[in-house]
């Protein structure tokens, strides 16, 4: 299982993830029901004049479980999704604006009417955007970029990556020509457990121990008022006579560190999260491929050349079965026509020695019944072979 660990800003613990598995798994993700759920909700907020903290939180739930980094960021930029979806689905089924809305609860009644009015508030002052509408966004992204590099035929993976680069490319030039400015958000800071903005939180018992030995040594003055350059070596300067701990403390910190993972990373959007899966993915030869069948993703699987994939359909078949199942009756379809056609020359040949033509046309007619039958299902390919053989030792034509 090839993994990617990370860690969001404001979150102190590591999420990780499977890679390919958690891109398809998103792509793939039906928001509706969390959707429904939402419009329910809205109904009884109508009624109730206040929306229900509860149900607010089995909502959250539901949706953190699309991706990962929702589930981290839930609190932290998803807080208020199901507001935000609420508020979508309103202007979207009455075909209203934010403005329209926020006029509509300029003076509003009740604590519902309040809570959507800060809301509207805050996009009209763009102290927000809606976070609903952005998850609806990434998926649509991911789903885009997918189809860019792996849809119809398989490719190499040199050739995926070139697909990854030029999509990436391409999103940089519109970004540099409408004056984007994407930097930040487009980066993925790469950690190792001990250097993290939180790591002290994370190895907690060991950053413990490590400050009761080095508390007498820390200098704090002009801590704080040096170039970045500088501030780097600040920590180290106190830290010169910094001997190794004895055996034991050693041993216990090597203990800390087991289950942790040596690489953390640190996404600074959304998207740059899904880009690094996709760039982690062709690193490690990790392919999609698009089902013939369904049209679905699909992980490549390097033993199985053919593009069919492996979900197990309502059929109770996966697409690969059906595939193999339709290739097995073509060969089979393909030898018995061959012995018909093998048998009726020999036939032939002996006309008027050992059979005559009205026999022949009678044995052709039986011949054709059979075959029709077999096509509508009243027949097998048993019955067939069965009457060819039977064919062969009364006319003593048996094949070479
Ligand atoms: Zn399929």
Not at 24 to 37: A, R, T
Not at 216 to 233: I, K, P, Q, R, V
Request: hydrophobic share 35%.
């Amino acid at each position: 299982m090839k993994s990617i660990s990370f860690i969001t800003k404001n979150n102190n613990k590591i999420y990780s993830f499977e890679m390919l598995k958690t891109l398809l798994y998103f792509i793939e993700y039906d928001f509706s029901y969390f959707k429904e759920q939402c419009r329910e909700l809205l109904k009884d907020a109508k009624k109730s004049h206040y929306i229900s903290e509860k149900k607010t939180h089995a909502l959250i739930s539901i949706i953190s479980k699309s991706h990962p980094f929702i589930e981290a960021s839930i609190n932290e930029i998803y807080n208020n999704i199901v507001t935000d979806c609420i508020i979508d689905d309103i202007c979207l089924t009455e075909g209203r604006t934010i403005e329209d809305l926020w006029l509509r609860y300029i003076s509003p009644k009740n604590a519902f009417e309040k809570a959507l009015f800060s809301r509207l508030s805050e996009y009209r002052t763009n102290k927000a955007v809606n976070q609903w509408q952005g998850i609806v966004k990434a998926q649509e992204y991911a789903i885009a970029k997918v189809a860019f590099i792996f849809n119809g035929e398989a490719c190499s993976v040199p050739e995926a990556n070139a697909r990854c680069k030029y999509f990436d490319l391409a999103n940089t030039v519109a970004s540099k020509e409408m004056g984007i400015s994407s930097s930040e958000s487009s980066f993925v800071k790469k950690y190792s457990v001990s250097n993290m903005p939180n790591s002290v939180f994370i190895l907690n018992k060991p950053a413990k121990d490590i400050y009761k030995r080095i508390e007498h040594m820390l200098d704090y003055s002009g801590a704080e008022d040096t170039a970045a350059e500088c501030n780097a070596f600040k920590a180290f300067d106190s830290l010169k006579g910094l001997a190794r701990p004895d055996e034991k403390e050693m041993f216990s910190f090597i203990e800390s560190l087991k289950n942790l993972p040596d690489d953390i990373y640190l996404p600074g959007s959304f998207k740059a999260l899904i880009d690094f899966e996709i760039e982690k993915m062709l690193e490690n030869g990790l392919m999609l491929l698009q089902c013939k069948k369904c049209n679905r993703y699909f992980k490549k699987d390097e033993n199985y050349s053919e593009r069919y994939c492996y979900r197990v359909k309502s059929t109770g078949k996966s697409c690969r079965e059906e595939f193999e199942l339709e290739n097995f009756k073509n060969s089979e379809e393909n030898i018995i026509a061959e012995k018909c056609e093998k048998v009726s020359q020999k036939l032939i040949k002996i006309i008027d020695k050992d059979i005559s033509k009205s026999e022949f046309q009678e044995w052709s007619e039986y011949l054709n019944k059979l075959k029709s039958n077999i096509q509508a299902g009243n027949s097998t390919h048993d019955d067939l072979k069965g009457f060819l053989e039977h064919t062969e030792k009364m006319y003593g034509i048996f094949p070479e």
